[in-house]
């Protein structure tokens, strides 16, 4: 069998899965953007592999950047895989499917490389599961010739060891350049004849490359964990690479557009790497350390190409702290003078409370108001000065009041519970910071003002100062959560993280090689999407520790000595340890005075274990680069006559699996992409002006559906179904448009009337079908079963408006009426008739109809045109 035709085996017998299973728009490919190789034409294939769902890996910037920078070379062929839901992963293992990459459907033991992006302790038993699905042997010394490398990098591998048996190699640091020359190297190995040990033991060669199977770990009687040694084999420790100058890979503007809603479902551009303020407990702010930013005319232009290339209507300028890119006032002004106009709103990631200015916020609201989210982390002063926030009250109700000026009236309240020192008088404080927060927003806005108080678990991290201090215990946080809830006023919502999780995470966070037993047992009993809190199984990990001798307690709970060996010392993230404990201690202190200023080109505090002075400061001198100024913006056009417009559209191949607000979102954003001008509603929240038919079921296919639409100038059909051709992605075609006169009814009113094609399986008949239809109509009634959200149901059937006719030996045409009342679906219908072994039954949308006066005509037809 040839590959293609494998590939498209694989894909038939995937979408017969993704009838049954939850959000099959993950599992389908094809998104705009995407992009497909043919691997016989490249010389390295390599796997990006996402160890959580689709909607969670698609959102983050760095797997958007690795996929952008790879498939640039002509060489390489990039594609992207992701956790599959336990559902779709039971029905790959019932009907012996691996788990194969979206855009080629290729199965993941054929890459050359699978490398994997890990930001979270807990998706470690999804690296597992995805290395399972995917044909490749578990542990790194079980694979041999032909098996793929499996990599990984993201904060989570500066202390990889509780994984490093499962690895073949971990990569530190920025991978612009280190993964370049990481598949490189491959290359060169693999086609000299080198055996797989020797070829890793000369990828180890590479800066910022740690192989752990060249080290041994030894057990430590001081602290009790399992240090990883110098083997004299790979160089010790292993350093991570660091790129000063971002700019020279620049951010990609054409990245791929899902069809499904993602957790940050909008461009994301990365305009600064690192973050200056220094809090203790962020790991983060310490291993991409020192602070670079981004020129802020590669970004305006970025996100301009984005807009064109995306259809996407935000965008978000992220960061560690976004507020403190040198030039962003100017920035967002320039860019929201010219996106305002084009109804682009923007969002900003992550902004230290003391940089939100009344200035900020008036720009992000000037299209619609986004989330707008305060991190406080610490109720009290005094708490707040122990993990370095650089933060007092006022700074935080000051950047409240700007929000609430400028027209937020909910607010998203992030603190944080257990860190090092805390008291139930913290505690209390962040209730009470939380209610002056909302008193200054009912003074200002009235009682609408509310807030979500969210209070997630301090858990310790490699190279933090607080690396060597225990996490609080799983009793003490919940009373503390229990102590929260008892005191929130009504107009505060509390959310909270389930202990036991965070308890897990602490425990991987500074574990050690004795983990990866308890990890691959704990697999092994279906622990799987742990960091989910309805997937997480507790007892389950905790009779893998035991079952394996190991006492998860010591890594969680256990405070340590900076002089102590760590497991993670094998690595370094280029931030001085001595330094990190000196912050420590300087964080324990009792007295004022502990905090360090924010860091920059004239407070630098001496972190970088490279450079006599911190990097941040040398590279900060030539960032915040401010603006050339601009011409003031043009005066708002005059509004222009609406024009409505009518156009059919096919919703074919894989594009069946959408939902309906899929559809309307996808749809959409072909729209823009095609340039079409598209008239907004006014408001806060501006939305486009159109209208769709009826929703098909997930998995229906149609040739016949509508939208109306309304645009802020007239419109020629050829010239809007030329651009369409060329912005829609396949299996949406615009066939054809009209402009609709005044007084013409929407589509919701007009449709009445939907013809399908079924499809039965060879062991049924059309006949069968019509004559267990015919019986039904001389007994006066069918029950048939409809299941919505989970529920069974069981409903009549009014079938005086249902036509059904044959169409050939296994084809039938069912006409059913959509008039309210009328609320099962075709394959519903048809089940009922044929009860339940009526197989696999293929439903395909014919046409939409209206029906006036006993006569039925298109939607695209004049009125009173049959």
Request: overall charge neutral; proline content about 7%.
């Amino acid at each position: 069998m040839s590959e293609q035709s494998s590939c498209n085996d694989y894909r038939s017998r995937l979408d017969e899965i993704l009838e049954r299973v939850q959000k099959p728009v993950r599992y389908i490919g094809g998104e705009w953007n995407s992009i497909v190789k043919d691997h016989r034409e490249v010389a390295v294939t390599v796997a990006l592999a996402y160890p959580d769902t689709y909607e969670i890996g698609m959102s983050h910037l760095g797997f958007r950047i690795l996929y952008s920078l790879l498939n640039r070379r002509p060489d390489v062929a990039a594609e992207r895989v992701f956790c599959p839901w336990p559902d779709l992963r039971a029905e790959l293992e019932r009907s012996r499917l691996p788990l194969a990459s979206l855009e080629t459907d290729t199965p993941l033991h054929r890459f050359d490389v699978l490398g994997f992006s890990l930001q979270y302790e807990m998706t470690f038993t999804n690296l597992l599961t995805m290395l399972a699905l995917g044909g490749i042997p578990l542990r790194s010394a079980q694979r041999r010739r032909g098996d793929p490398l499996v990599i990984a990098g993201g904060p989570v591998v500066f202390n990889s060891e509780p994984i490093a048996d499962f690895l073949d190699a971990v990569l530190l640091g920025d991978a612009e350049e280190m993964l370049p020359e990481f598949l490189d190297r491959y290359r060169q190995l693999r086609d000299g004849g080198a055996e797989r040990q020797e070829m890793l033991q000369e990828l180890a060669g590479i800066p910022g490359v740690y192989v752990p199977s060249l080290y041994a770990s030894e057990h430590d009687p001081a602290t009790g964990f399992h240090i990883t040694v110098p083997s004299g084999r790979a160089p010790y420790p292993v350093r991570r690479r660091l790129i000063l100058d971002i700019d020279k890979h620049p951010f990609p503007a054409d990245i791929v557009v899902p069809f499904g809603e993602i957790v940050h479902d909008r461009i994301s551009v990365e305009i600064m790497r690192g973050c200056p303020v220094g809090c203790r407990f962020c790991q983060a702010g310490y291993i991409y350390r020192p602070t670079r930013e981004r020129e802020p005319l590669d970004i305006k232009r970025t996100v301009e190409r984005s807009v064109e290339a995306t259809g996407y209507d935000e965008f978000s300028l992220s960061s560690l702290n976004t507020g403190e890119y040198g030039a962003i006032q100017p920035l967002l002004t320039q860019m929201m003078d010219g996106f305002e106009p084009r109804k682009v709103a923007v969002s900003l990631g992550s902004l230290h409370a003391t940089t939100l200015t009344a200035e900020l916020a008036e720009q992000v609201k000037r299209v619609r108001k986004t989330g707008f989210t305060i991190a406080p982390e610490g109720g009290t002063q005094r708490i707040r000065d122990v993990i370095n926030k650089n933060l007092t009250e006022e700074d935080i109700l000051n950047a409240a009041r700007h929000a609430y000026r400028a027209g937020w009236e909910d607010m998203k309240l992030y603190f944080m519970i257990g860190q090092p020192t805390e008291t139930d008088e913290d505690v209390v404080g962040i209730v009470e910071l939380s209610r002056k927060i909302v008193e200054e927003g009912r003074r200002l806005r009235g009682k609408r003002v509310e807030a979500a108080l969210s209070a997630s678990s301090f858990i310790p991290k490699a190279y933090t100062p607080f690396q060597w201090c225990g996490m609080d215990r799983i009793e003490n946080l919940y009373r503390k959560q229990e102590l929260i809830r008892s005191l929130v006023p009504r107009n505060i919502r509390f959310k909270y993280h389930h202990v036991e999780v965070s308890f897990m995470e602490g425990v991987f966070s500074r574990g050690d090689r004795r983990l990866a037993g308890v990890l691959e047992r704990a697999w092994r009993k279906g622990c799987e999407f742990d960091g989910w809190t309805e997937m997480y199984r507790h007892e389950a990990w905790m009779e893998a520790f035991r079952e394996e001798g190991v006492d998860p307690e010591p890594y969680a709970y256990r405070e340590l000595d900076p002089r102590d060996a760590l497991p993670w010392d094998i690595t370094d993230a280029l931030v001085n340890k001595q330094w990190l404990a000196t912050e420590l201690r300087r964080a324990l202190k009792k007295e004022a005075g502990h905090t360090l200023t924010i860091c920059g080109p004239k407070d630098c505090h001496g972190c970088a274990s490279f450079a006599r002075d911190c990097v941040s400061g040398i590279v900060a001198e030539t960032t915040g680069r401010p603006m050339p100024e601009a011409a003031p913006p043009p005066p708002p056009p005059e509004p222009a006559p609406i024009a409505r417009y009518r156009a059919r559209f096919t919703k074919e191949e894989r594009l069946r699996f959408l939902s309906h607000l899929d559809l309307v979102r996808t749809v959409v954003r072909s729209f823009r992409r095609a340039g079409i001008p598209l008239a907004y509603s006014q408001g806060y929240h501006p939305k486009p002006k159109l209208s769709f038919g009826p929703a098909l079921p997930v998995g229906v296919a149609s040739a016949d559906e509508y939208v109306d639409f309304e645009t802020r100038d007239q419109i020629d059909p050829e010239d809007f179904l030329a651009r369409m051709r060329a912005a829609a992605p396949a299996g949406l075609r615009f066939l054809a448009m009209r402009r609709l006169g005044p007084g013409e009814e929407p589509l919701q009113k007009s449709i009445n009337v939907a013809r399908y094609s079924v499809g039965l399986p060879a062991a049924q008949r059309a006949e069968w079908l019509l004559a267990r239809f015919g019986q039904a109509r001389s007994d006066g009634h069918l029950t048939v079963a409809r299941e919505r959200n989970g529920k069974r149901q069981m409903v009549d059937v009014v079938l005086d408006e249902i036509e059904l006719a044959a169409a050939g030996e296994n084809q039938a045409v069912l006409t059913m009426s959509l008039a309210p009342g009328t609320s099962v679906r075709p394959s519903e219908l048809v089940r009922a008739l044929l009860g339940e072994q009526a197989g696999t039954v293929t439903i395909r949308r014919e046409q939409l109809l209206i029906e006036k006066q006993g006569q039925r005509y298109s939607p695209l037809s004049a009125p009173g045109v049959c």
